[in-house]
């Protein structure tokens, strides 16, 4: 099994990699499968179903759809144009994209949030449709946002294409065991594996500057969200606080008595920065998800200016030995909270990066999977219940615990040789096993938990 670095992380736009980016990806696959046609088509309609349609509104699914239809992409996503394009559509009642002819499309009755009709391949499922010059259906295609902006046709996730199909990797673990396994028969890091197989399919120049961007984009969603106040989108009113929680910590730091549990509150706030980014609508990078987006540059950050002797130099063996491990929780079990709860969100990305910063401070790959094992089992069954169907309540504060949790487990696997009782696989197949038991209502559909006993209007 092989998952590249930057296929698990992807530079996208809030607040949803599976319910925002993955509809515009699907969007702007459909538009090549309509150009690759020999029909001449009309217009357009969506529907969407399960999860994007219950909390569509709250996570722009319909927006990002009709963005991803006029040709909009995640990667270059930009906030003025977009609105321009949506204001024009909702005008004319028309989509113009190039290679195309003009397209009708009524955002009110061609964007079709279906509750009922339940698709068998995934919780986030939608069908995109062309029509002809009278209406009828031409093309039609289900696609499915299985979790981090990945995105998969009917037919492919039937066929079992969630899978590496690529040129065969150095070293092709798909568990913990066999990484471990691996690593003590070449003596090499996991980090040093994963470079090996990174290396292998998309070259040394690819890794590094990739690898320079992606945390360039997320330190840079941190500084943003330390500067930006005001309240976030949505009709919740919630009020970002990372400005003001980041004034006060450096108005304290000139004092000599603080509490030493001051530093969770370091952590939470770098966390706290970029999930109302991501909510906003901000540009994030998906880790593995934009739930969870805060969790990673949060311990990443807290390494870099807070732990002795941290170096930037260290910040690509942190992504590699954090997306080895991502690339086995999405393997054997979920990175979709509308599949799996938010264990499968929050969980994965405090696993990860209990790795990413175990490694980088000198941990054994034992320690490695042992910081990750830890991290995740402290959050197996917890719920995706947001309120309104909002990106904000508790996903940004869950974060930044998440990233609280990430760096002690980190901290407790150093601290032992890396023996312990539960091995990483099967806490990611429990993980897996509680996922399929957990009622629906508690995977992002807002129907129960918190999203039905918190006031939200």
């Known amino acids: 099994m092989f998952l590249s670095v930057f296929d698990m992380f992807k530079v996208g736009i809030g607040p949803s990699s599976s319910h925002t980016m993955g509809p515009m990806v699907a969007a702007g696959r459909f538009l090549d499968m309509m150009r690759a046609s020999p029909f001449r088509f009309a217009g357009l309609r969506a529907s969407l179903h399960g999860s994007l349609a219950f909390t569509g509104v709250g996570h722009a699914t319909d927006r990002a759809t009709i963005l991803g239809l006029a040709g909009f992409t995640p990667q270059d996503y930009v906030q003025d144009k977009a609105e321009a394009a949506l204001k024009q559509i909702g005008k004319t009642r028309m989509i113009e994209v190039e290679g195309l002819p003009p397209l009708r499309f009524d955002p009110g009755s061609d964007m079709i949030f279906d509750y009922v009709t339940k698709l068998a391949g995934h919780a986030n499922g939608m069908m995109l449709m062309a029509t002809d010059a009278q209406g009828d259906v031409t093309l039609r295609e289900t696609f499915y946002s299985i979790g981090g902006g990945f995105v998969m046709t009917e037919a492919e996730l039937a066929a079992g294409r969630n899978t590496d199909e690529g040129a065969p990797v150095p070293y092709p673990f798909k568990s913990a065991a066999e990484m471990l396994e691996m690593a003590r028969a070449s003596g090499k890091s996991i980090a040093q594996m994963k470079r090996a197989n990174e290396v292998s399919r998309n070259g040394e120049i690819h890794l590094r500057d990739g690898a320079k961007r992606l945390w360039q984009v997320m330190n840079d969603c ?22 003001g929680i980041y ?51 949060a311990t990443l950050r807290y390494y870099l200016d807070h732990v002795p002797g941290a170096s930037e130099t260290h910040v690509e063996d942190f992504l590699l030995t954090a997306a080895a491990i991502g690339g086995l929780v999405k393997f054997n079990a979920s990175i979709s909270g509308a599949e799996a709860g938010c264990q499968a969100e929050v969980g994965s990305a405090a696993a990860m990066s209990a790795a990413g910063l175990c490694a980088v401070m000198g941990g054994t ?21 947001p309120v309104k169907g909002l990106v904000q309540v508790p996903c940004i504060e869950r974060n930044g615990l998440g990233a609280i949790k990430a760096v002690s487990a980190a901290s407790l696997a150093l601290r032992g040789d890396g023996t312990h009782l539960v091995p990483l696989d099967a806490c990611i197949e429990t993980m897996r096993q509680t996922g399929a038991d957990m009622s629906e209502k508690y995977k992002e559909t807002s129907l129960g938990g918190l999203a039905v006993n918190v006031p939200n209007c």
């Open 222 to 243: 941190i500084d943003r969200g330390l500067t930006t106040d005001g309240t976030l989108p949505g009709g919740l009113a919630v009020k970002r606080r990372a400005k």
């Open 247 to 297: 004034d006060a910590l450096q108005a304290e730091r000139g004092q000599n008595q603080r509490a030493p549990h001051t530093i969770n509150d370091w952590m939470s706030v770098y966390a706290m920065a970029v999930n109302e980014e991501n909510a906003a609508g901000g540009q994030v990078v998906t880790a593995p998800t934009n739930g969870a987006a805060g969790v990673m540059p």
């Open 365 to 385: 790959p034992e320690q490695i999977e042992n910081a990750a094992e830890i991290a995740l089992e402290h959050h197996l069954g917890m719920t995706c219940d």
